[in-house]
């Protein structure tokens, strides 16, 4: 009789582990990539018209055919100032993020370009890790080969899904990315996966965790970050909100340690009552002057004076002066 009760339990127990990894096998793009939430429309609800900012719409190619539509949004129409090539989190559209965007434009001075991953907003095709990461270089190819912006400061920006997103693309280009902001996102949608069913925690998770993951050959899109962030060369700005409610801020913490054992150029601010979709709002003039003096440090305004030289102007007012090399007529 204690055989076979036990027995039953083991059977159960097999039987809802089974039926919790089908489950994630089954609706785990679901999951990650959300283009339009319960009760919101796929579509923009808005464009940046209706908050009076100035902007192009953008139609690119990715490198699969995928056609795909952005923002470019400037403060001036000079687009004087540094650029700032937004990612944006895993459910919703750019529109969602347009009051964000506008008082970025305000308090930092910058265009802002807004990329609509595939298959959300207006964009064509079916979201998917390798998919958006075609779609991001095409975002920043674009950038780099327009001559109406500065392209030597061309800052990435993630937040959640778009910090994952973010740190593939300035690894991949460290040529093209002065440097990169990421923003509450996570280690791995691995480890994402314990945290949404902890019973996973054994079978799925990155490299750094215990356990012998041998569920992780079904996670389409891992996005593992934590595999990656040794590898940007680039300044590193983390900003965690600590009461972050969907993205353990452990998380941010991992990635800023793996991150500064390879790159001195890292900085880590931590805002006490910042949520994971509004740490902006909870702590407006630390968040808005930490992003300006990171950006004063590492992606200084550069003057070419009438002696031939580039100032940059950092945040200490001082000038770093380097020669500028003129090849003979």
């Known amino acids: 009789m204690v055989w076979y009760l036990l027995s039953l339990v083991l059977y159960v127990a097999a039987a809802a582990a089974v039926a919790a990894i089908s489950l994630l096998v089954a609706l785990q793009d679901r999951l990650v990539y959300v283009p339009a939430p319960p009760g919101l429309p796929k579509a923009y609800a808005l464009t940046p018209a209706r908050l009076r900012l100035d ?9 699969d055919g995928v056609r795909l539509h952005a923002w470019f949004i400037k403060l001036f ?13 895993n459910a919703g559209n750019i ?7 506008r008082i970025m434009l305000q308090r930092l001075h910058c265009n802002v370009f807004m990329l609509s991953y595939r298959g959300y907003g207006a964009s064509d095709g079916y979201p998917s890790q390798h998919g958006i990461i075609k779609d991001a270089q095409a975002a920043l190819d674009h950038l780099a080969e ?23 693309l300035a690894k991949n280009n460290p040529d093209k990315v002065s440097s990169l902001i990421l923003e509450n996102t996570f280690t791995s949608i691995l480890d994402m996966a314990g945290v949404i069913l ?24 891992p996005w ?5 962030i040794g590898q940007i060369k680039q300044p590193i700005l983390f900003l965690s909100g600590l009461r972050d409610e969907m993205v353990p801020p452990s998380h941010m913490q991992i990635l800023h340690a793996k991150a500064v054992r390879q790159n001195r150029r890292c900085l880590f601010v931590d805002f006490p009552s910042g949520m994971h979709m509004d740490t902006w709002l909870s702590d407006g003039d630390r968040y808005w002057r930490t992003i300006q003096l990171f950006l004063d440090r590492y992606v ?9 030289h580039k ?8 000038e770093d002066t380097v020669t500028v090399q003129h090849a003979a007529d």
Request: charged share 20%; aromatic share 10%; proline share 5%.
């Open 146 to 168: 327009r001559n109406d912006i500065d392209t030597s400061r061309i800052i990435v920006f993630g937040r959640s899904l778009g910090g994952a997103v973010g740190s593939a």
């Open 55 to 63: 902007y192009e719409d953008v139609w690119l190619r990715s490198a």
């Open 77 to 89: 129409p000079s687009c004087e100032g540094p650029t700032i090539l937004f990612f944006q989190e």
């Open 224 to 228: 593992s970050s934590v595999d990656i």
């Open 311 to 318: 100032n940059n102007i950092d945040s200490d007012g001082d």
């Open 95 to 101: 529109a969602h993020r347009l009051e964000f965007v």
């Open 300 to 308: 200084p305004e550069i003057h070419i004076s009438s002696m031939g």
């Open 198 to 221: 902890p019973s996973l925690k054994w079978f799925i998770g990155s490299s750094g965790t215990t356990g012998p993951k041998l569920l992780n050959f079904l996670v389409r899109s």
